[in-house]
């Protein structure tokens, strides 16, 4: 197993980081699994920001956002768990944005963009170092945080989708995520789903990427993946994907969720997370 050289992760708080700027978005937060570490620990300690799916129409918030959290407390890493705006589902279900604006791109790729401001403006008192924040998430979350390592220009340092949603291009679109992100008007759009398609925008500058889904997701079509594999490839992106025959779609960190094949993505995860950072982790059989 693998073993994070820190002390255990049990402060919670929610932050409204958009409190007390122009931007009018009191519903995002975010969640705070953190702790106090020794001065070894501070320089040292990675954190996560998890970014659950739904669509963009809701939040898994348990079991791909706090469950994740929990689970990565368990293994010395710092989390927190963003709950960004998204349409809402009475507003999918009306179609209200015919009519009034709501949310839509890029409102969660601001509050991503936001999280990853706040953690490392915080990350001194919050025992991390600002230099090993990644962003991990599912489904549509998946695609938020593939965002991030494509358009911002202060990305993560590592990102990690979990069956995400990549393109918004048929055969293989997910489509309630492309309406409930670009929009009643802006789905119709060729531009709009052509710079939202993941696989046509990996830059030569993307971080590490961690990718995993399964090839029974009734879901999320699990060429999506392979798209952004083969993309993450042609580009030279460091990467490690796996793509398991069992487990579908919404296992999260779970333990009972999806099937024993698929959750073993969590220990090659921290694999990983060791390869990319070995002077982090110590790893033991």
């Not at 990675?46 to 739904?54: D, K, L």
């Not at 990427?209 to 030279?236: I, W």
């Not at 220990?267 to 982090?280: A, G, K, T, Y």
Request: with cysteine; aromatic share 10%.
């Amino acid at each position: 197993m693998l073993l994070f050289c820190v002390l255990p992760l049990n402060a919670r708080q929610k932050v409204r980081m958009w409190d007390g700027t122009d931007v009018k978005a009191k519903s995002v937060t975010l969640e705070v699994f953190a702790g106090d570490g020794d001065e070894a620990s501070r320089r040292s300690k990675p954190a996560v920001i998890v970014c659950p799916g739904g669509s963009y129409c809701w939040h898994d918030y348990d079991t791909e956002g706090t469950a994740v959290a929990r689970w990565l407390n368990d293994n010395g890493i710092a989390a927190f768990v963003l709950n960004y705006r998204v349409q809402g589902v009475f507003d999918y279900i009306m179609h209200t944005r015919y009519v009034v604006r709501g949310n839509r791109y890029p409102d969660a790729l601001m509050d991503a963009q936001k999280a990853l401001q706040w953690v490392r403006e915080h990350a001194d008192s919050l025992g991390i170092d600002p230099h090993r924040v990644g962003m991990m998430g599912f489904s549509a979350g998946g695609h938020l945080v593939m965002s991030a390592a494509e358009f911002l220009d202060h990305k993560p340092n590592f990102v990690v989708p979990i069956y995400p949603v990549v393109t918004m291009h048929k055969p293989y679109v997910h489509k309630r995520s492309r309406r409930a992100l670009l929009g009643e008007y802006g789905k119709r759009r060729k531009a709009m789903r052509d710079s939202l398609s993941l696989e046509r925008h990996v830059p030569a500058d993307c971080p590490p990427v961690f990718l995993v889904n399964c090839k029974d997701d009734p879901v999320v079509k699990y060429q999506n993946s392979e798209l952004l594999d083969s993309a993450l490839t042609a580009k030279g992106i460091p990467h490690r994907y796996i793509q398991y025959n069992t487990g579908g779609h919404g296992f999260g960190a779970s333990d009972e969720k999806g099937t024993a094949e698929c959750r073993q993505w969590r220990m090659e995860f921290l694999r990983w997370l060791n390869e990319i950072f070995p002077e982090i982790c110590i790893f033991t059989e």
